[in-house]
Every structure is written in structure tokens, then in C-alpha cells.
Antibody, heavy 117, light 112 residues
């Protein structure tokens, strides 16, 4: 079964750093793009960026360029999304998804990040 | 502002059919047959319902269908059921960004 499993919920203070993960299983991790999507409370889905673990080709949405870093460790089939200095406005649910044909399937279960002083 | 335009809400009664539109440009929806649709229930991860404009993944009900005309893609749900009440998002490949994928703003489907 193709599956993406994300790390657990996080509660952080403004200014702290954070790295969340997305572990793939049941397929060749290096052969498919992984995308990260933000969903702020009560809002829609926003693409943040994507990475191809095979060669680490990474692309960012202009809205997130410089705000986050996307990476992958193909030795453990895991993609990451990290922040160096969190803001309250980073409070959101974050999903990873695997590129499938021209679509995205499956999706991880989501990681809730809460940033509050 | 989302790159693809969807109506904020649609509604229908059980058994009826509804259609959700997704309007883009020739750089995305109109230029490629790479539109997909996702269903999201409250508190759940999105679920792929349609890919490549009109293809259904295994396990998705044939009550869900997709189509495209010009720069507008559409998701049609026939024989509405209470469980179809959810948010629906379209997504498309785009040639106008190095991040080659964009979402619509989402549509809330209410089953009356």
C-alpha cells in the first residue's frame, strides 16, 4: 500500500525553529515528486513547494520562497518542511502529497502546527 | 488570490446532480489535460477524486465525473448523497510558474 505518514502535531513559540516530516512507503520514493500544502484554519489549500527526492530538485511558491525550506533524505524515504523562525501566522495544518500522473495521491494525514506565545 | 477560480459554494438536494466549475487560463486549465479534483471532509486530508480531467482513481464512485471546455474544467456529482457534503478543490498543471501546480480556492458543497 502506498502511504505517506507525517510527524505529529507541534506547539511552538514565535521565533522557534521547526522541522516536520513525511515518510513514504510502498513505492519508489525517489521516483515521484512530494508536495507540501498549507491549510490555515478555515481556509483553502495552498501549494508551498515540491521536491523530487531522486535529484532534490525543489521548487517553491513565490509566497513561500525564503520562508520555509523543503528537503528530502532518500535513504530513509522522508521529506521535510522546516522553518528557522516561526511566526504566529504559520499556525496551520500542513499536508504532504505524492505526485501521481498529473495529480497528487496519496496524501499524508496532516501535521498541525500551532505557534503561540 | 487563487490562480484558479471556483464558486465559493454550491448546493443540491439528495438525488440531484450538481456541477462545480474551475476556471483558469490557457497557461493551466486550457492548455493541458492535467486537471485534478480533491474532496475534503472537515478535519480530514484531501482525497483525489478525478485526475487528468476525467479519470477516476480506483475506488471512487462513478457518480463523480470530470470534463473540460476551453479554460474551464468541471466536476459533476450525480445522485447526490449526504456523504458528498464536503469541500472540493481543483488543481492544474501550470506553465506560468516553476512551481508547476496551482489550486482553486475551493467550493463548499451543501447537501440540503
Amino acid at each position: 500500500e502506498v502511504q505517506l505518514v507525517q510527524s505529529g502535531a507541534e506547539v511552538k513559540k514565535p521565533g522557534e525553529s521547526l522541522k516536520i516530516s513525511c515518510k513514504g512507503s510502498g513505492y519508489s520514493f525517489t521516483s515521484y515528486w512530494i508536495g507540501w500544502v498549507r491549510q490555515m484554519p478555515g481556509k483553502g489549500l495552498e501549494w508551498m513547494g515540491i521536491i523530487y527526492p531522486g535529484d532534490s530538485d525543489t521548487r517553491y511558491s513565490p509566497s513561500f520562497q525564503g520562508q520555509v525550506t523543503i528537503s528530502a533524505d532518500k535513504s530513509i524515504s522522508t521529506a521535510y518542511l522546516q522553518w528557522s523562525s516561526l511566526k504566529a501566522s504559520d499556525t496551520a495544518m500542513y499536508y504532504c502529497a505524492r505526485g501521481y500522473s498529473s495529480s497528487w495521491y496519496p496524501w499524508g494525514q496532516g501535521t498541525m502546527v500551532t505557534v503561540s506565545s | 488570490q487563487s490562480a484558479l477560480t471556483q464558486p465559493a459554494s454550491v448546493s443540491g438536494s439528495p438525488g440531484q446532480s450538481i456541477t462545480i466549475s474551475c476556471t483558469g487560463t490557457s497557461s493551466d486549465v486550457g492548455g493541458y489535460n492535467y486537471v485534478s479534483w480533491y474532496q475534503q471532509h472537515p478535519g480530514k486530508a484531501p482525497k483525489l477524486m478525478i485526475y487528468d480531467v476525467s479519470n477516476r482513481p480506483s475506488g471512487v464512485s462513478n457518480r463523480f465525473s470530470g470534463s473540460k471546455s476551453g479554460n474551464t474544467a468541471s466536476l459533476t456529482i450525480s445522485g447526490l448523497q449526504a456523504e458528498d457534503e464536503a469541500d472540493y478543490y481543483c488543481s492544474s498543471y501550470t506553465s506560468s510558474s516553476t512551481l508547476f501546480v496551482v489550486f482553486g480556492g475551493g467550493t463548499k458543497l451543501t447537501v440540503l
